[in-house]
């Protein structure tokens, strides 16, 4: 990797706060790091004589840090499939992974979750996205797919204790690979890879399973990773698991398990007593709100804001994107009949940007332009686009979040290296591995609609969730 010069930027957005986006800025990357950011005028002053510079003209684009999607399942877009012949609506999520989520794990192989996972990658860098979380089994070939794509990413294998995915897993073996993918992976590729701890659920994780996942995370420096408080069931069967003890949230305290480096996801029913103690305990959340609102509910981001929580934003979906997650944010928080509504008009851009750095403790290299962090940029192509229009430099975050819903990026960088030029792929054969996708689908399909008609369960169910064990 050489050194990049995005120069004459029409929008330069530093960092989503008031103050900062310039006009006829510039950005300096170096190898893998931002060297210079500022005017224009002065950087191309400054490195005039630098024939070893690649200079990119970006006076009709908007130049900004790579989005942050701190939640999502990247290889998993086969399972939307499955909610075309479902018989009867979702319940709630533990309904959603009987009969979704589930199967469509469960068929999963290391070939298929790599070329899934590729695909999901595609549609991650082509929105903007350079940094992403992905929970999913098979971290060997979400780790292949990821380091071939080029992009950044938190890895976090699935774990659970009440189905046995892949087949023959159960809780000890999931302990074991997710030690041997923090052995192999979590730091990888100059930093560019981490890996987390991820039991799916506290409701189908034996409290073993947690502790240990935790002592992992500990151990290694990573991260502990869950869902928590997505649905409406899920939440208060939780409670009455752990009502002895003042519900989900008080014996997570309890028990150990919300410490800084927990990360949960979602919370979208978590009340104001029970965000003080996520914030006091300096745990951090990611926020979904595209899909939370398919079971109802909106998670309380700006009292989770007002007390400190560190928040970011994810997708939770290998076909969504950041940009339409950001609409999400502007309008669901407008509209909650709450104390607290309604979010300043930069938070959206915020939240996805150095919220969702650090959400994943990485805010030291990512989530902002400034010299010494990651070379992590992203460019969107003003020229013929109607819908951020008009602009100015006061109004732009605002106008992203609300307008820029499917926008795509036009040019991508990660650690200094472009992955995207001019809204084509460099490292990738967009269409080649689009096609692949498709044909992972289409076998999924006819699998499951088989399984649907023969009454054959696809996955192997080991024990009941929302169990205590004694």
Not at 151 to 169: C, E, K, L, Y
Not at 310 to 321: E, F, K, M, P, S
Not at 388 to 407: C, I, R, V
Request: proline share 4%; with cysteine; net charge negative.
């Amino acid at each position: 990797m050489g050194k990049t010069l995005f120069s004459h930027c029409r929008y330069l957005i530093m960092r989503a706060a008031p103050g900062g986006v310039v006009e006829d800025g510039a950005v300096l990357a170096d190898g893998a790091w931002i060297a210079a950011v500022g005017e224009s005028a002065a950087l191309d002053s400054r490195f005039a004589d630098d024939l070893g510079i690649e200079r990119i003209d970006c006076r009709d684009k908007i130049v900004m840090p790579g989005l942050v999607d701190a939640h999502n399942h990247v290889g998993e877009a086969h399972a939307l499939l499955a909610f075309g012949w479902l018989g009867s609506p979702i319940t709630g999520l533990p309904d959603a992974l009987e009969r979704v989520y589930w199967p469509a794990d469960a068929w999963l192989t290391e070939e298929s979750a790599y070329d899934l996972t590729l695909f999901g990658l595609v549609n991650l860098l082509k929105h903007g996205a350079t940094t992403h979380a992905n929970a999913m089994p098979h971290p060997d070939a979400a780790y292949q797919a990821t380091a071939d794509a080029g992009a950044r990413a938190a890895i976090h294998p699935q774990m659970v204790g009440t189905v046995s995915i892949p087949a023959g897993f159960g809780e000890a073996e999931h302990l074991a690979l997710a030690e041997r993918a923090l052995r192999a992976y979590h730091g990888a590729l100059h930093g560019r890879i981490r890996v987390g701890v991820h039991p799916n659920c506290t409701f189908n994780s034996s409290e073993a399973l947690l502790k240990r996942a935790l002592e992992l995370a500990l151990e290694y420096g990573a991260q502990f990773a869950t869902h928590i408080a997505e649905s409406p069931d899920e939440k208060e069967r939780s409670d009455a698991l752990w009502a002895d003890e003042g519900g989900l949230i008080a014996h997570l305290r309890r028990a150990g398990l919300l410490t800084p480096q927990t990360l949960l996801f979602h919370g979208t029913l978590l009340s104001e007593p029970e965000i003080d103690v996520l914030a006091e305990e300096d745990v951090a959340l990611v926020h979904c709100p595209a899909t939370n609102a398919l079971f109802g509910g909106c998670a309380y981001v700006p009292y989770m804001l007002e007390k400190g929580l560190r928040v970011g934003l994810g997708t939770d979906c290998a076909t969504h994107n950041l940009f339409a997650v950001m609409l999400s944010v502007s309008q669901h928080h407008n509209i909650m009949p709450r104390r607290l509504r309604r979010l300043e008009p930069w938070t959206a851009l915020a939240l996805a940007t150095l919220g969702g750095a650090r959400a994943l403790a990485w805010e030291a290299e990512i989530g902002s332009l400034e010299v010494g962090k990651k070379a992590d940029v992203i460019t969107i192509d003003l020229r013929g686009n109607s819908d951020l229009f008009p602009l100015s430099p006061e109004g732009l975050p605002d106008l992203l979040a609300l307008n820029g819903a499917g926008t795509e990026a036009c040019d991508v960088m990660v650690d200094g290296e472009l992955l995207r030029r001019e809204g084509a792929f460099t490292r990738m054969d967009e269409q080649a591995v689009i096609g692949r996708g498709q044909e992972w689908c289409d076998r999924f399909a006819f699998d499951y609609r088989e399984a649907l008609r023969s009454g054959k369960p696809m996955v192997k169910r080991l024990q009941e969730d929302f169990r205590r064990e004694s």
